[in-house]
Structure formats: structure tokens, C-alpha cells
């Protein structure tokens, strides 16, 4: 089926086809809650959309369904009985009717999907015992069952479950980046702490060295000083030692 088929159409449908007598126009405000003029322009498209025939007579309109608006309403009936478990979509649905969403413009406009999927889904809500609805002023509006309280509670329970878990297992790899950072930091703290210990072991090393040349220095000093008579007649004995050694020769 091409044409889309809101909430509203659907009902207006089944109340149609639960006349075991003929169904006529004059009596569908009153079960609708709305007004004639609303009504008139509800059945005026549901002939457009071919799922229902319109037979006028002196002070009666009757209305039979077409065989396309029974299949639709075989496939509805099907498709729910199918849907042993809530899809996604359905529980979005609930969600938003959850969310005091309540008239079927609201959860069509916050969900964006075709009127059918729409009416297919809050259908199968309506049957689960999910939801309830009424129509009043050529629109619907939703309320949740006690049943429905509770799957939807249950639901935000597990989302939130769902995305705590999600943003622990975001925030764990942070922690280990931020642990590995300071890991880093201390072995190069650390290796820097080394490397200044190194450099004044050198330092201390030089400046024992340099004094060691120092003391030499001056212990050279002093005794050149203090000796230096001794030490010239020693070079003289060992001068002459030497010329005496080179004439006899």
C-alpha cells in the first residue's frame, strides 16, 4: 500500500468495519469526538486513497470499506501478531509517548518516519497493552498503561545502564594515556635527576684534581726553595763528573 494511513484513519477504519449494520457518516462524530466537518473531511480522503466507498441517500451518507482498506487491516492485524518482542522502533515510539508525547503530530515530528510505520508501530503498543489512546478533534492522543509504565521505566533503566558503561570504557583509555603521560614524566624527571648528579661527580672530580696539582705545586715550590744550594752543588759534582769522564776518554 502507497498511501500513508495515520493513527486517526486507522480507527476511523476499524470503526467502520465493527458495524455488523451499515455504517453511516451522520453517526461517526459522536464515536469520534469530533465534529462532522472533521469526519466529512476524514472519509472525503479515505475515498481519495480508495479504502472506502461512499453511497449518499436523502438524510444518510453510508460508507462501505473497500477491499483495499480490509487487506490493510489484515496486514495490521498480521504484523502485529508478529512482533512477539518490541523492535527499536517501537520502543523509540513508547519513548516518546513516555516523554509526554502525547498527541500523534508530536511523535511523528520528533520521530520523522512515514504515517503507516508510525501506525503500525503504536498499534502494536495499543494490542501489547502498552499504551491507550482517544480521539477527539480529528486528532489522537496517547497515554501509557500501568504495563506500559513499567517496560518503559525499565527501558531508561537500561539505556542508562547502556551509556554509563559506554562512557566508563571511553574514560578508561584517557586514564591509562594520562597514567602513561606521568609515567613518562617521572623517568625524565628521574634521568634528568641523573644526569645533574652526573655532571657534579665530574665537577667534584675536576676540582680534586686541580687541587691535587696545586698541592704538588707548591710542595715542588718549597723544596726547590729550601733546597736549591744542595741541589746546584749536586749538578755541579755531576757536571763535573761528566767533563772528567769525556778527557780521559
Given at each position: 500500500m502507497q498511501e500513508n494511513i495515520d493513527f486517526f484513519e486507522l480507527v476511523l477504519l476499524q470503526t467502520i468495519n465493527s458495524k455488523k449494520d451499515t455504517a453511516y457518516l451522520e453517526k461517526l462524530p459522536a464515536e469520534m469526538n469530533s465534529s462532522f466537518y472533521e469526519i466529512a473531511n476524514r472519509t472525503g480522503s479515505l475515498r481519495l486513497k480508495e479504502l472506502i466507498e461512499i453511497k449518499s441517500s436523502i438524510g444518510t451518507t453510508e460508507l462501505v470499506l473497500t477491499a483495499k482498506a480490509k487487506d490493510f487491516l489484515s496486514m495490521i492485524e498480521k504484523k502485529t501478531e508478529e512482533k512477539q518482542h518490541l523492535d527499536h522502533l517501537s520502543k523509540e515510539v513508547l519513548k516518546c509517548i513516555a516523554n509526554n508525547m502525547n498527541e500523534l503530530y508530536e511523535i511523528q515530528k520528533s520521530l520523522n518516519i512515514r504515517e503507516t510505520d508510525l501506525t503500525i508501530n503504536l498499534y502494536t503498543l495499543y494490542k501489547k497493552e502498552?499504551?491507550?489512546?482517544?480521539?477527539?478533534?480529528?486528532?489522537?492522543?496517547?497515554?501509557?498503561?500501568?504495563?506500559?509504565?513499567?517496560?518503559?521505566?525499565?527501558?531508561?533503566?537500561?539505556?542508562?545502564?547502556?551509556?554509563?558503561?559506554?562512557?566508563?570504557?571511553?574514560?578508561?583509555?584517557?586514564?591509562?594515556?594520562?597514567?602513561?603521560?606521568?609515567?613518562?614524566?617521572?623517568?625524565?624527571?628521574?634521568?634528568?635527576?641523573?644526569?645533574?648528579?652526573?655532571?657534579?661527580?665530574?665537577?667534584?672530580?675536576?676540582?680534586?684534581?686541580?687541587?691535587?696539582?696545586?698541592?704538588?705545586?707548591?710542595?715542588?715550590?718549597?723544596?726547590?726553595?729550601?733546597?736549591?744550594?744542595?741541589?746546584?752543588?749536586?749538578?755541579?759534582?755531576?757536571?763535573?763528573?761528566?767533563?772528567?769522564?769525556?778527557m780521559n776518554r
Open positions: 502498552l499504551i491507550d489512546y482517544t480521539c477527539q478533534n480529528n486528532t489522537v492522543k496517547f497515554v501509557l498503561t500501568e504495563k506500559g509504565f513499567s517496560k518503559a521505566y525499565a527501558e531508561k533503566l537500561r539505556s542508562e545502564d547502556v551509556k554509563e558503561k559506554a562512557e566508563k570504557r571511553d574514560e578508561k583509555p584517557k586514564d591509562q594515556e594520562e597514567t602513561e603521560e606521568d609515567v613518562k614524566e617521572l623517568l625524565k624527571e628521574d634521568s634528568n635527576t641523573k644526569s645533574s648528579e652526573k655532571k657534579v661527580e665530574v665537577t667534584n672530580d675536576k676540582k680534586d684534581e686541580t687541587n691535587k696539582i696545586k698541592v704538588y705545586d707548591s710542595k715542588l715550590e718549597y723544596y726547590l726553595h729550601k733546597y736549591w744550594i744542595v741541589l746546584l752543588l749536586i749538578l755541579i759534582v755531576v757536571f763535573g763528573i761528566v767533563v772528567y769522564y769525556l
